[in-house]
């Protein structure tokens, strides 16, 4: 599964630690979900979706190799 | 998992309490060297008790942040120490089969003395916290 995190946090000129803050979760959290070592839970993926201001679908979205393997 | 830790605050006593009793411990030693007078089995007990108290609250007490990315580190951590315990009794079970009659007691009273005495619960607990903090530390 690969995100878009890192592109919105760029938009919105934000820190990984100020985006940590806003999530209330660890800069630690917020780097392993850009590098695509952990996958968020639906209830952070909806908090992170509802701070940018988009859907969880423009932040999180399947590869190929993803549907292959499901 | 969040629910039956303690506060961060306790872990951060917790650490300072082990350095302070190993110092003293390793002074003590260090003393009872140099003038060849034992040290107390009160003493030996009352700091042991100590460390190992501290080790727990060190080991149940939460991160600055606890998230569900720091309870799935504690996850990964548990399981690793898991393995590790399974395969070292797995292990020294093999070990002991092979050795002769002699020797396969000696190394079940010695199993005994360590598994029994809670010191390798002890060793456990700290490899699981020396674990969790590694993979805190490093996997940015």
Redesign the interface.
């Known amino acids: 599964m690969r995100n878009t995190i890192k592109v919105e946090r760029a938009k919105k000129d934000l820190t990984q630690q100020e985006l940590a803050d806003h999530l209330s979760v660890s800069r630690q959290t917020i780097i392993a979900i850009e590098s695509g070592r952990f996958n968020p839970s639906v209830k952070l993926a909806l908090k992170m979706a509802l701070f940018f201001g988009c859907s969880v679908q423009d932040l999180f979205y399947l590869e190929e190799s993803d549907l292959n393997s499901i | 998992m969040k629910g039956f830790l303690l506060p961060h605050k306790v872990q951060r006593i917790a650490l300072f309490v082990i350095l302070a009793v190993l110092f003293v411990i390793s002074t003590v030693i260090i003393l009872s060297i140099v003038r060849d007078v034992p040290t107390s089995r009160v003493f030996q007990s009352l700091a042991l008790i100590i460390l190992y108290l501290a080790i727990i609250c060190c080991v149940f007490s939460r991160?600055?942040?606890e998230?569900?990315?720091?309870s799935?580190l504690r996850l990964k951590s548990i399981a690793i120490v898991s393995i590790i315990a399974l395969m070292t009794v797995v292990i020294l079970n093999v070990v002991q089969v092979v050795q002769p009659y002699d020797k396969y007691l000696a190394l079940k009273e010695w199993r005994k003395e360590a598994f029994w005495s809670g010191s390798f619960i002890i060793d456990l607990a700290v490899l699981y916290f020396l674990i969790l903090k590694i993979s805190?530390r490093f996997?940015?």
């Open positions: 991160e600055k942040v998230d569900e990315y720091i799935s805190i996997k940015r």
